[in-house]
């Protein structure tokens, strides 16, 4: 059976010492609860480092939201998997669509970012998703699946089982819209059912897929009771205590 994962992406926002107070509150909340499902959260570079030393001993990783593909180099203002190993991040967000809208990250990036976090054995979380211009002109498969062949070029079977995809569609990320469970599952069957087209249906069985766009408290666990669905990207509701909190333990009650 495959492990629900549920990771935080703070995105830009907080301090050192707010986030340091998140991380306090979720892992004294989970204290030494037997937990079956991942936990990961990802605040902004600046703070990874206190994340990871509040996490040692917790049920808690910690995932950078990008990187760089290179090991060093003159990459003014980037951050390479070598530097997120050295301070002991395990997973790393790549391709959320705000980084392809605003910093023009393409699949082609994409791509060897996944090479190079696998290189480093960072976890990769790549996300994927469409625009409601393409949901509306009934484009969202096709585009997703294009997203996904550019993406895992070359990226040889025993890498892909271990991905996990976060199918996020553009017009619910931080807009209250949520996709119904039913729209969250048929495009992450989609996406199952194609890496099994790509690979084998094994690889498909092992890859997990995550839903993200407006995850809260109150919709987690339909969503997440999914057949396809296997955690959650969450933005907004990862800062807010009480919110992740419950999210996390509808994660844990679909996973019994
Ligand atoms: O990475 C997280 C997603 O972009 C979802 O953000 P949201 O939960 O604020 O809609």
Redo the contacts with the bound molecule.
């Keep these: 059976m495959r492990k629900q994962v549920i990771?935080g992406?703070w995105?830009m926002n907080g301090t050192i010492a707010s986030g340091s107070i998140l991380i306090e509150a979720f892992t004294s909340f989970l204290g030494d609860k037997d937990l079956d499902c991942e936990i990961v959260v990802c605040p902004p570079f600046t703070a990874l480092e206190r994340a990871v030393s509040l996490t040692k001993n917790t049920q808690v990783s910690v995932g950078a939201q990008n990187m760089d593909y290179h090991d060093a180099g003159a990459f003014t203002g980037e951050v390479s998997p070598l530097m997120l190993m050295e301070i002991g991040v395990s997973y790393v967000?790549i391709g959320?669509?705000?980084r392809r809208e605003y910093y023009g990250e393409t699949d082609a990036m994409v791509n060897e970012k996944i090479k190079s976090a696998f290189f480093h054995s960072l976890q990769p979380i790549v996300?994927v998703g469409e625009s409601l211009e393409q949901r509306e002109a009934n484009e969202t498969i096709s585009f997703i699946h294009g997203q996904l062949k550019r993406a895992l070029q070359d990226i040889p079977a025993d890498q892909v089982e271990k991905l996990i995809i976060?199918y996020?569609p553009i017009w619910?990320?931080?807009?209250g819209k949520t996709a119904t469970a039913d729209q969250a599952e048929e495009v992450c069957k989609s996406i199952r059912e194609y890496i099994a087209e790509l690979y084998t249906p094994n690889v498909a069985d092992l890859v997990r897929i995550q839903y993200?766009?407006?995850?809260?408290a109150n919709n987690a666990r339909e969503i997440l009771s999914e057949p396809n669905i296997d955690g959650a990207?969450?933005?907004?509701?990862?800062l807010i205590v009480d919110e992740f909190n419950e999210i996390i333990m509808a994660a844990q009650d679909v996973s019994k």
Excluded: D
């Design positions: 990771a992406n995105k967000i959320h669509s705000e996300c976060a996020e619910a990320i931080g807009t993200g766009g407006s995850v809260k990207l969450v933005g907004g509701a990862s």
